[in-house]
């Protein structure tokens, strides 16, 4: 995982270069695709180093994952929880979220130690946040209200 990580991050560095020749940065689009994928798309490749557009690509394979989750009925969801979430509470949100939205979920979880407890879900550009910091703050605002009275 590190190495993929490095990897992508040493060809976008190499590709962001612009002493670096355009048929060295198609040869390094290209070769992962080369024989498993259609001339189109490695002509498409070959088209945004020509434009010296490249840097778009992390944004079209975005893009492209989110069409083809859509096209399968997939809806990936973000979840960041105080600590990692255990089989069980992943399994008990993927049904939760599976049944209200009626799609196919796939959880992406990380952990973020700042929420001290719950968790923050965000399902596309809706987000739900049970963290204990945000109903901290909901608590000091009810306080703060009342105190206004």
């Known amino acids: 995982m590190i190495e993929k990580t490095l990897a992508k991050r040493y060809a976008a560095a190499l590709l962001a ?3 670096v020749p355009r048929a060295m940065k198609k040869r390094l689009l290209r070769r992962p695709f080369e024989g498993r994928a259609k001339t189109s798309f490695l002509d498409f490749l070959d088209l945004l180093v020509d434009k010296n557009r490249q840097e778009i690509l992390p944004d079209i394979a975005d893009m492209f994952d989110r069409l083809a989750d ?7 969801v973000q979840v960041k929880s105080w600590r990692p979430l255990t089989d069980a509470q992943r399994a008990g949100l993927q049904g939760k979220l599976e049944r209200l939205t009626g799609k196919k979920i796939l959880i992406e979880a990380a ?30 605002e009810r306080f703060r209200e009342l105190q206004r009275r």
């Open 17 to 19: 270069q612009p002493q």
């Open 70 to 76: 859509a096209s399968q009925g997939v809806v990936r």
């Open 111 to 140: 952990v973020d130690p700042a929420l001290k407890g719950g968790m923050l879900v965000q399902v596309g550009d809706t987000v739900i946040d049970g963290s204990v910091v945000q109903r901290l703050k909901e608590l000091g």
